[in-house]
């Protein structure tokens, strides 16, 4: 199929009379063919209008695009074979969900009218708008909607499948659905795809690989396993997992450790040069909850949930609360008395000056 290359891509909004805006400032990727990248990040960071200047859709300030090997950059938005789905739809109103449908079919070449109706059949199937091909967008939920753009977007057979927030309107059921059949609809066909969401969990579920976005500029790129197991810096960790990792501001001392407080000293993965100020992050699923050894610390709450239990504790000494994911059958009271321990691979240690990780 067909890989994706995106230069040194730069865009920066300026507007007579208002401070330029760099919106992105600066990506470079390499997107293999049949690979689902998921462009990960905060609202504002540039992630439509990297989507936007791939499509076609907005002129980039400088760098360059290549899909299959050869520039694009030039080229209008018809004559990328690109297809988009955006948060907002675009449907035409007056058309039907199939007219929607083939439109962008028929747009581009002049199939004929069996293979438009065969295609659109197709396509309605596989993201279950069998029964509402004669329905107007205007008689359709928000979820619905979302699937006709989606489903539009992949009739055309594109080499390079753009999807920006594709889940955002649908319920939770529903997403959960559409993203299992979104998986398998683009393993199917095998497009090349960048799915853009500030959703870290639907990013760690669909992607292949994960760019990480802040401000313009991607923080780290790497599998999901990587990005959870080695966040490159503290903005990349707080910003994948739920709950939130904890993050501890530290000075380091001798044989690998930081101390968090004068009750509180904590185990790092390596050794770190002494009276070092660092930010220790453990996740709440690396933390165990311990009889003697350990940290001492207050139970603040304690949330008994289903599958396990989010303990909020405070370490002895330590200003910031400390989450805990706890046992199901765990039972905690409000100002117990508990220890708790952290395994030192799994700790993570970053500089309190930069951010950046210190592995
Ligand atoms: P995201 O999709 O990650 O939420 P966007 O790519 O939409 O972010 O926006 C990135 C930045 O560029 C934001 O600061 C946004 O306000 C700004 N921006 C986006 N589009 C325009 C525009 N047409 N004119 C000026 N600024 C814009
Ligand atoms: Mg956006």
Same mark, same amino acid.
């Given at each position: 199929?067909?890989?994706?290359?995106?230069?040194?891509?730069?865009?920066?909004?300026?507007?007579?009379?208002?401070?330029?805006?760099?919106?992105?400032?600066?990506?470079?990727?390499?997107?293999?063919?049949?690979?689902?990248?998921?462009?990960?990040?905060?609202?504002?960071?540039?992630?439509?209008?990297?989507?936007?200047?791939?499509?076609?859709?907005?002129?980039?300030?400088?760098?360059?695009?290549?899909?299959?090997?050869?520039?694009?950059?030039?080229?209008?938005?018809?004559?990328?074979?690109?297809?988009?789905?955006?948060?907002?739809?675009?449907?035409?109103?007056?058309?039907?969900?199939?007219?929607?449908?083939?439109?962008?079919?028929?747009?581009?070449?002049?199939?004929?009218?069996?293979?438009?109706?065969?295609?659109?059949?197709?396509?309605?199937?596989?993201?279950?708008?069998?029964?509402?091909?004669?329905?107007?967008?205007?008689?359709?939920?928000?979820?619905?909607?979302?699937?006709?753009?989606?489903?539009?977007?992949?009739?055309?057979?594109?080499?390079?499948?753009?999807?920006?927030?594709?889940?955002?309107?649908?319920?939770?059921?529903?997403?959960?659905?559409?993203?299992?059949?979104?998986?398998?609809?683009?393993?199917?066909?095998?497009?090349?795809?960048?799915? /853009?969401?500030? @959703?870290? *969990?639907?990013? &760690?579920?669909?992607? %292949? +690989?994960?760019? $990480?976005?802040? #401000?313009?500029?991607?923080?780290?790129?790497?599998?999901?396993?990587?990005?959870?197991?080695?966040?490159?810096?503290?903005?990349?960790?707080?910003?994948?997992?739920?709950?939130?990792?904890?993050?501890?501001?530290?000075?380091?001392?001798?044989?690998?450790?930081?101390?968090?407080?004068?009750?509180?000293?904590?185990?790092?993965?390596?050794?770190?040069?002494?009276?070092?100020?660092?930010?220790?992050?453990?996740?709440?699923?690396?933390?165990?909850?311990?009889?003697?050894?350990?940290?001492?610390?207050?139970?603040?709450?304690?949330?008994?949930?289903?599958?396990?239990?989010?303990?909020?504790?405070?370490?002895?000494?330590?200003?910031?609360?400390?989450? /805990?994911?706890? @046992?199901? *059958?765990?039972? &905690?009271?409000?100002? %117990? +008395?508990?220890? $708790?321990?952290? #395994?030192?691979?799994?700790?993570?240690?970053?500089?309190?000056?930069?951010?950046?990780?210190?592995?």
């Amino acid at each position: 199929m067909t890989e994706l290359e995106l230069r040194e891509l730069r865009k920066t909004f300026s507007a007579r009379g208002r401070p330029a805006v760099d919106a992105v400032r600066g990506i470079d990727l390499i997107l293999r063919s049949g690979e689902l990248l998921g462009l990960l990040g905060p609202s504002g960071c540039g992630k439509s209008t990297t989507l936007r200047m791939i499509a076609g859709l907005e002129k980039v300030t400088g760098g360059d695009i290549l899909v299959g090997g050869s520039s694009v950059t030039a080229r209008p938005a018809q004559q990328r074979n690109i297809g988009v789905a955006f948060e907002n739809y675009a449907l035409y109103p007056p058309l039907t969900v199939a007219e929607n449908l083939a439109f962008g079919l028929k747009a581009r070449s002049r199939a004929d009218r069996g293979d438009v109706d065969r295609k659109v059949r197709e396509i309605a199937a596989r993201v279950d708008l069998t029964t509402l091909l004669d329905a107007r967008p205007a008689g359709l939920s928000s979820g619905q909607k979302q699937r006709v753009s989606l489903a539009r977007a992949l009739i055309r057979e594109p080499d390079v499948l753009l999807l920006d927030e594709p889940l955002s309107h649908l319920d939770a059921a529903q997403r959960d659905t559409t993203r299992r059949e979104l998986k398998r609809i683009q393993r199917d066909l095998g497009h090349t795809t960048i799915l /853009v969401t500030h @959703d870290q *969990e639907e990013a &760690l579920s669909l992607a %292949d +690989r994960i760019a $990480v976005m802040k #401000d313009g500029v991607i923080q780290q790129l790497g599998t999901p396993y990587e990005i959870y197991d080695s966040p490159a810096n503290v903005f990349v960790a707080d910003f994948v997992g739920e709950p939130a990792i904890n993050l501890l501001p530290g000075t380091t001392e001798a044989d690998a450790h930081a101390r968090l407080s004068p009750a509180a000293r904590v185990a790092l993965p390596l050794p770190v040069p002494e009276g070092r100020d660092v930010v220790v992050g453990i996740r709440p699923e690396d933390l165990t909850l311990t009889g003697e050894d350990g940290l001492p610390a207050r139970v603040v709450a304690h949330e008994p949930l289903l599958e396990s239990g989010i303990a909020t504790l405070t370490l002895d000494g330590v200003e910031k609360p400390l989450v /805990v994911l706890t @046992d199901p *059958e765990v039972r &905690l009271a409000h100002d %117990d +008395r508990v220890h $708790v321990t952290a #395994d030192p691979h799994l700790t993570h240690v970053f500089d309190a000056e930069t951010g950046d990780s210190l592995r």
